[in-house]
């Protein structure tokens, strides 16, 4: 790994990694703002503002963004999630320098046309629409809604048909203003990239980002509890979740290892009791996801109506075993499987200018890959046991249902099958 980075006197950080074997690039920005940096009144705004980034800046058309890139056979894209934002290009390397102005003119002179507002707040209302369609998408919005009620961390990315409909602006600018700040933004590059030609790039081309401060977000307090939406429907759809572990914090890897036992594919636990043993569900799975002060450790399964109180009890029994009974065995294949996820990424530049842009806005430096394999391998079985009695025994469960869960197993019910009390 080869990362290079710069910190321009605006306060704004370049970060390159080159890859001379590529003949592609991906260059994008990376801004410290996501959904839980929304006031209650703006909620959705930042997937929002994702969105009209690409309406017409006042250099160019909505129309022109999109056939400016496309005629080198680029493309051009953003995603909004909890945490960042990120707006990033793929284009042969030698057309970079256009990259480069397209990323600058749309986060530093949109001009959010009222018109185009309109029409693309009628675009995000479908997409909730479509979203409240999808119940597998929809309880993973009620899981984290639950898991920190009342908190911006735990308000669905999209918004409500309510707050989005109300969004002027005057409101998009206001949020603009206020969080995409040079001093919260990582500019990420790599591919066959010139960090120096990219720095002089940035230079020139984002002078025009806002200096300043980011006001301070609120923590986040996982809470847990229980929610269900009674559909009908052929499946039910099951989430159950613990407080997890912070990116920051030194159990962050052993929480992807045991998400990895747990649910990580078709030899974890989970997937060879209930799916392969029971039959109780085609899929299952795991997960950890960490953010800044908090995280959070889910279990995610769809079943039919009748076997729904068995897979709910196997979860509980296979979670509980896995407190005392984790082996070597399992802790090895765990880290195989991490080590190669790590690896194989590094073969894709869209997912190095990623890594590296995250890594710069929660470590404030990029992380080497022997410190990333070196800290996953480091994790042995007491650590994993220990992490594993934490986090099932020592949080309230979040559990969110969706479909004909109507009589479903509560919450508290649950957590006493797991601690063994019925």
């Not at 953010?291 to 897979?311: N, V």
């Not at 997912?351 to 070196?374: K, N």
């Amino acid at each position: 790994m080869n990362v290079e980075v710069t910190k321009l006197a605006s306060g704004l950080t370049v970060a390159t990694e080159r890859m001379p074997h590529l003949e592609t690039a991906t260059l994008g920005v990376w801004v410290g703002a996501g959904s839980r940096s929304e006031r209650a009144e703006e909620h959705g705004i930042s997937h929002l503002l994702e969105h009209m980034a690409f309406k017409g800046t006042t250099t160019r058309s909505a129309r022109r963004i999109a056939e400016e890139i496309e005629a080198v056979g680029g493309e051009i894209n953003a995603a909004t999630s909890v945490e960042n934002t990120c707006y990033y290009a793929r284009i042969l390397a030698d057309d970079l320098p256009l990259s480069v102005d397209i990323l600058s003119d749309i986060l530093t002179r949109s001009v959010f046309d009222p018109e185009e507002l309109e029409r693309e707040c009628h675009v995000v209302l479908q997409e909730i629409g479509a979203a409240d369609d999808a119940p597998e998408d929809l309880v993973f919005d009620l899981l984290q809604e639950r898991a920190f009620h009342g908190q911006p961390i735990g308000r669905p990315i999209l918004g409500t048909p309510q707050t989005v409909a109300s969004f002027g602006r005057e409101h998009l600018t206001t949020y603009l203003d206020r969080h995409y700040l040079s001093s919260r933004a990582v500019i990420s590059a790599a591919g066959r990239v010139d960090h120096d030609e990219i720095v002089a790039l940035v230079e020139r081309h984002f002078a025009e980002l806002p200096t300043g401060t980011a006001p301070a977000e609120e923590p986040a307090t996982y809470l847990g509890g229980d929610v269900r939406e009674v559909r009908d429907l052929s499946e039910a759809q099951v989430t159950l979740a613990f407080e997890g572990r912070p990116y920051a914090s030194p159990d962050h890897h052993a929480a992807q290892i045991l998400a990895t036992v747990l649910g990580g594919g078709m030899s974890s636990r989970l997937f060879q009791e209930i799916r392969e043993k029971q039959g109780l569900c085609y899929s299952i799975s795991a997960f950890h996801w960490g953010y800044r002060e908090t995280g959070l450790f889910g279990i995610h399964a769809a079943t039919g109506e009748g076997d729904l109180d068995r897979l709910m009890a196997g979860l509980a029994d296979e979670i509980a075993r896995s407190v005392e009974t984790l082996d070597e065995a399992e802790l090895r294949r765990a880290k195989a499987q991490l080590r190669a996820g790590l690896l194989m990424s590094l073969e894709s530049p869209v997912s190095r200018a990623g890594q590296i842009a995250r890594q710069m806005l929660i470590w404030g430096r990029p992380l080497t890959t022997r410190e990333i394999l070196e800290g996953v391998e480091a994790v042995d079985r007491a650590q994993l046991l220990r992490l594993a009695g934490e986090i099932f025994h020592g949080s309230p469960a979040t559990l969110a249902l969706v479909g004909p869960v109507e009589k479903a197993m509560s919450a508290d019910a649950f957590a006493a099958r797991l601690a063994g009390r019925v």
